[in-house]
Structure formats: C-alpha cells, structure tokens
C-alpha cells in the first residue's frame, strides 16, 4: 500500500513536498509521480527508479524533483515554482524493477498505486 500526504493550497511561485509512505520494502521499486487534473488525462510527472536515476515530465523539469529514502520505505516529490497548471490530484506509484516491461513514464508499468493527494495552486 502508498500512502501520500503533503498536498495543500499554496500561491503560485511556491512550494510543496509530496511524501508517499510505502507499506514495503522500496528497494525493488522504481518510485512514480503522476497527477491528473479534472477533465484530463493522468499526466506523468516524475520518478525515481533508483536514487541516482529520476526522470520527470517535460511541463515540470527544472522545477520538481523525485527523491527516494529506501531506509524508510518512502518517496518524495518536491515541487518548486509551482504554476496554477500544477493543480491536481497527485499520485504515488510503485512498480517492480525486477518484472514487467515497458517505461517507467507509463502509468500501465505499476501496479500499486496510492489515493491521491490533492494540490491546488491558485492566487
């Protein structure tokens, strides 16, 4: 099970840190992000397969990051300068490193999703 927290209200131009709490191990799993706004499409955002190896969608790089903490089964996702277009449901997503195929951008590729936490940037 993930479990995410740390959504909130904020202004445009500021910051927020996602948390996804794992009920397992992490160490197998690639870490994702995903948000999905009403009426559209769940978005990609970013992911942390390993520690040294993140990658992020083309609307937030250079303004989110992904981070892992194996030690105590958690992920992050820190969001800087954020954007009234930022605003959304934001889910946590593990998949098994060691089976299934395909990228780790596509949301078919896990298969343990968290409830969603919702982010809303508005002035």
């Known amino acids: 099970q993930l479990l995410e927290s740390g959504g909130g209200l904020v202004q445009p131009g500021e910051s927020l840190r996602l948390s996804c709490k794992a009920s397992?191990?992490?160490?197998?799993?690639?870490m994702g992000w995903f948000r999905q706004a009403p009426g559209k499409q769940r978005e990609f955002v970013g992911s942390?397969?390993?520690?040294?190896?993140?990658r992020y969608g083309e609307s937030v790089k250079g303004r989110f990051s992904a981070s892992r903490d194996n030690t105590n089964n958690m992920a992050y996702l820190q969001m800087n300068s954020l954007k009234p277009e930022d605003s959304a449901i934001y889910y946590c997503a593990a998949a098994n490193v060691r089976s299934g195929r395909g990228s780790f951008s596509d949301e078919i590729r896990y298969d343990t999703w968290g409830q969603g936490t919702q982010v809303t940037v508005s002035s």
């Open positions: 942390a397969v390993r520690t040294d190896n993140t």
């Open positions: 397992g191990r992490t160490i197998d799993y690639a």
